[in-house]
């Protein structure tokens, strides 16, 4: 008797047991379902905003968005000199407050083979050995010639370097001449122009070689 007990108890406590495995799993179903509709209604909520361009200054500012693919969009002349105006003016303009944020800006616009150039360029420049005589860096740019716009751009620019002292007395005043190979990617909050630079190549122009007079800033 005492046995036929001992086997009923057993039988009602692992039918307890299996009901109550049950029933966890199906309220766990229940909640995935809940988070499910709850991910699913914020994926729905997410949409990508376009990009405002200024068409006559080039400027480009990214609003609220994760990415826009613009890979083959065609680039307006004012964009693509927009960029190269940053580009120049985060390399070569500096002192000893910004020379870190303007690099860091300057390579954000690169590939890893670009920022081997833009670093090939820095060294001739001596820009560690003119920060640490406290010197700072000015840049204009002569012009900007775009050359093609597919599959890549090829942009040719000349421009004018300066470093200047505390007392403002110019240290170095130089012309040189870049060409810029320039890849369209997607756009991006950080790349909100959707261009990386792949390769930069920067020569000396001897003194004399630009007529300066006949050339406008174009920073």
């Keep these: ?10 039988q009602k406590l692992i039918n307890t047991v299996f009901k109550f495995i049950i029933v966890l799993q199906f309220l766990i179903i229940i909640i995935f379902s809940l988070y499910s509709f709850k991910l699913t209604a914020k994926i729905n909520e997410i949409k ?23 890979e083959g969009e065609t680039r307006c002349n004012a964009e693509i000199n927009d960029f190269v105006i940053q580009f120049i003016s985060d390399l070569y303009t ?22 081997v150039d833009i670093k090939n360029a820095l060294m001739v420049s001596k820009r560690y050995d003119n920060i640490n005589r406290n010197l700072q860096g000015l840049v204009s740019i002569k012009s900007i010639s775009i050359l093609n716009k597919l599959p890549d751009l090829n942009v040719q620019l000349y421009f004018n370097k300066k470093v200047v002292s505390g007392n403002g007395r110019i240290e170095i005043n130089s012309n ?8 369209p990617v997607v756009r991006k909050k ?7 630079i ?5 020569n000396l ?11 406008i800033d174009l920073y």
């Design 190 to 196: 950080g790349n909100a122009h959707g261009l990386i």
């Design 48 to 70: 990508p905003l376009p990009i405002f361009i200024n068409k006559v200054t080039g400027e480009a500012e990214a609003v609220d968005f994760s990415f826009v693919d613009a």
């Design 94 to 115: 500096f002192n000893r407050l910004t020379v870190k944020t303007n690099l860091v800006n300057a390579l954000t616009k690169a590939s890893p083979e670009g920022a």
């Design 205 to 215: 122009i001897k003194k004399g070689e630009v007529n300066e007079e006949n050339n």
């Design 1 to 10: 008797m005492s046995n036929y007990i001992y086997e009923k108890n057993a």
């Design 176 to 183: 040189h001449f870049a060409i810029m190979r320039i890849k």
């Design 198 to 202: 792949v390769e930069f190549r920067e």
